[in-house]
């Protein structure tokens, strides 16, 4: 058993390093070849990794980043002079379906020379940085490292780079023997990006975490905490052995609630769940999901296991011993089975969505708040005396729980009506029905309104007073967003203002025509867009749009669905200083990555990541996403210039206003000193 349990915490650690691996698909050699006493060929020789491909020097400006090879032109000026350019071995020519374009590229291996002169006998060797990009069939890696030739021929046998990858801020680029200092920002930063990744995760376990110390005060759970902590501390031999009994009964129900997210997360890949997440059938099913979910918390009916289950756990928490504990914690899980599967199953569906290990994170951190108390209270047996006694308080937080199932549950609903365009639940209506929903919720807290499993209310605690007034005041804060008020607190959860509203601009107010006082002539194939900014929904257009008016373009990854994307839109893109910008400085492409917008046959193709055909435009925006920034997540921001090259490194969701407009303003920047 003990060995057992050594592969299970093998098993998590090895998925937990898989995760965080940096990815070298490409290793570098390089040697040097003598032609005469001042002729060399410095060889640039690349392996790389199946499924891999290595771009070519020789790509598009549209197009991905292409391999470059940079020599230092300050040490170069007196030692040694560059002959022609870097010539490369045979590539191959295909297609691209994202870009639109033939791409050139190199798979397995590639073989650049450069043939330089030397102009000092005494220089001993050379060093050259090489910039690339390599993908695969879901992901991207852009790379600087370096290389140093040693030119008396102690490296014939091929030498190996030196450094690590680094920042590309500031390079010296050759082209044609002409040396020029050239800033590149079309490199998203790694550290940047793994940073962001690592906080996502962090709030996906705190979330689960507190929605797992929820569960632990419903009547399913809460009860439970005394009896088993009592049944180790009694019936082991000593307070030792209890501890231990106990500590052990806490890890079997990480461990079987990890498991579920880790089959989930194995299951459904990122992209799969994510296109699924953000589609008509997922939302309902999660519409219809989480009102039986409340219907259940409310006390209309139970949600239980077939019988037959429970009793054969049952007959297993009685053989004892390691196996005995496992089987006393799934019964746990079995038993409160209609308190804990609401919860759980919100929150892993929800972090089955964001793709990798995120199921797993929510699962370790929901069932960690669920083992706590056990382990806790196996140390400190005193403490179970002040805990409070189970009463008609635990079912209240299951009503309250069920109160706040119900208002998530229009949230689906309502992507739903976006995505199919219905404008049913428009975004007053949305507002009215959870304006109604936490209304009663505070009246039940008060007392006026009785349910089904509710016992006599003598007197209301000031807990429970506390609570009514916090619901009740959040219903006061929603009611002006029924004529047009923002409603910052919630924003992204109603339908966006802008689209899905009966009074965009609020109740009397019309669609403006101008801005700043200047008429605005809406272009061809633009719309308003969020906040009434002239926007494009098609990458063409737009950029045909900014070079036609010499504009940056700023290019927003989006979703109909997206949470963070309309809490940007209605928290930070409203300051004035920013929306001057997107109004009057660049020129705002909107792709939205869940578009259902069928694409016109002729333009459909096969996926380069999954093989399946695009057939939406929602698809496309999704794979460009993808394949040219290696992230999925929405929002994403990046400032290109009219020929659509990045000046700016991209951004996701960042409420901080000022972070923000320090970057969109540097973007604008770049552009104007590119002119």
């Not at 230092?72 to 000026?77: E, L, R, T, Y």
């Not at 007196?78 to 190199?106: C, H, Q, R």
């Not at 106990?246 to 989930?264: D, H, K, N, S």
């Not at 296991?305 to 053989?319: I, Y």
Request: hydrophobic fraction near 45%.
């Amino acid at each position: 058993m003990k060995r057992n349990l050594v592969l299970l915490i093998t098993l998590f650690a090895a998925i937990f390093s898989m995760q965080s691996q940096i990815l070298n698909p490409v290793k570098w050699t390089g040697k040097t070849e003598k032609l005469s006493e001042t002729e060399y060929n410095l060889i640039f020789e690349a392996t790389i990794e199946e499924k891999w491909h290595l771009y070519s020097q020789d790509l598009p400006d549209e197009g991905p980043q292409p391999t470059l090879f940079i020599f230092d032109s300050i040490k170069q000026a007196d030692n040694y002079k560059l002959i022609g350019k870097v010539v490369e071995s045979k590539y191959i020519t295909a297609y691209d379906p994202v870009f639109e374009m033939d791409l050139n590229f190199f798979d397995f291996s590639a073989k650049f020379k450069q043939k330089i002169e030397l102009l000092n006998p005494n220089l001993k060797n050379i060093t050259a940085d090489i910039e690339f990009q390599a993908c695969d069939d879901a992901r991207c890696i852009y790379e600087q490292k370096s290389v140093t030739f040693n030119l008396d021929g102690s490296n014939d046998a091929g030498s190996l780079l030196s450094g690590q990858s680094s920042s590309l801020s500031d390079i010296i680029q050759l082209d044609n023997n002409t040396a020029e200092i050239k800033q590149d920002f079309s490199v998203i930063d790694a550290e940047a990006a793994a940073e962001n990744e690592s906080k996502g995760l962090w709030v996906i376990f705190f979330t689960a975490f507190f929605l797992g110390f929820l569960v632990l005060l419903t009547p399913c759970v809460f009860p439970m905490i005394p009896m088993t902590v009592s049944f180790f501390t009694k019936q082991s031999k000593t307070r030792g052995q209890g501890i231990r009994n106990a500590l052990l009964y806490g890890f079997f129900i990480i461990v079987i609630y990890t498991l579920l997210g880790t089959a989930i997360s194995a299951i459904f890949g990122s992209n799969t769940m994510y296109e699924f997440s953000t589609g008509v059938t997922f939302n309902t099913i999660m519409f219809i999901a989480l009102l039986i979910f409340a219907f259940s918390f409310l006390g209309a009916f139970e949600i239980m296991l077939p019988n037959s289950w429970v009793n054969k756990v049952d007959s297993g928490a009685n053989k004892g011993g390691i196996v005995g504990i496992f089987f006393m914690a799934l019964a746990l899980a079995v038993v409160s089975f209609s308190c804990t599967f609401p919860i759980a199953g919100t929150a892993l569906l929800d972090a089955a969505t964001k793709g990798g290990i995120a199921p797993i994170v929510s699962m370790l951190g929901f069932s960690s708040a669920i083992a706590l108390p056990f382990a806790l209270f196996a140390f400190f047996p005193s403490w179970l005396n002040s805990m409070p006694k189970s009463g008609g308080w635990l079912n209240t937080v299951k009503v309250t729980l069920g109160f706040l199932e119900l208002a998530f549950a229009f949230k689906f609903l309502s992507m739903v009506d976006l995505v199919l365009e219905w404008h049913i639940l428009s975004r007053e209506v949305f507002l009215a029905i959870w304006i109604a929903i936490f209304g009663t919720l505070g009246l039940y807290l008060l007392g006026k309104i009785k349910l089904p499993h509710d016992s006599p209310l003598p007197h209301i605690s000031v807990g429970r007073l506390c609570m009514a007034l916090i619901a009740l005041s959040f219903t006061v804060y929603m009611i002006p967003g029924l004529w047009g008020a923002p409603v910052e607190l919630i924003s992204g959860f109603p339908p966006p203002m802008s689209s899905n509203s009966e009074s965009p601009y609020g109740v009397g107010y019309s669609k403006p025509g101008v801005y700043s006082g200047s008429t605005v002539e809406l272009p061809e194939h633009a719309h308003y867009g969020p906040n009434n900014i002239i926007a494009f929904r098609d990458y063409d257009q737009g950029l045909a749009y900014a070079k036609k008016v010499n504009k940056p373009v700023m290019l927003d990854f989006t979703g109909l669905t997206c949470v963070n994307c309309r809490k940007m839109e209605e928290q930070v893109w409203v300051k004035e200083r920013i929306l001057q910008v997107l109004n009057k400085d660049v020129v705002l492409i909107s792709l939205y990555v869940d578009d259902r917008t069928k694409l016109p046959e002729s333009e459909q193709y096969a996926s380069e990541l999954t093989g399946n055909n695009v057939k939406t435009f929602g698809h496309k925006w999704l794979e460009f996403q993808q394949v040219r920034y290696n992230t999925n997540a929405q929002p994403l921001y990046v400032i290109q210039d009219v020929d659509g090259n990045d000046i700016s490194k991209p951004v996701g969701y960042t409420p901080d206003e000022e972070e923000y407009h320090t970057w969109l303003t540097k973007g604008v920047e770049r552009f104007k000193n590119k002119e």
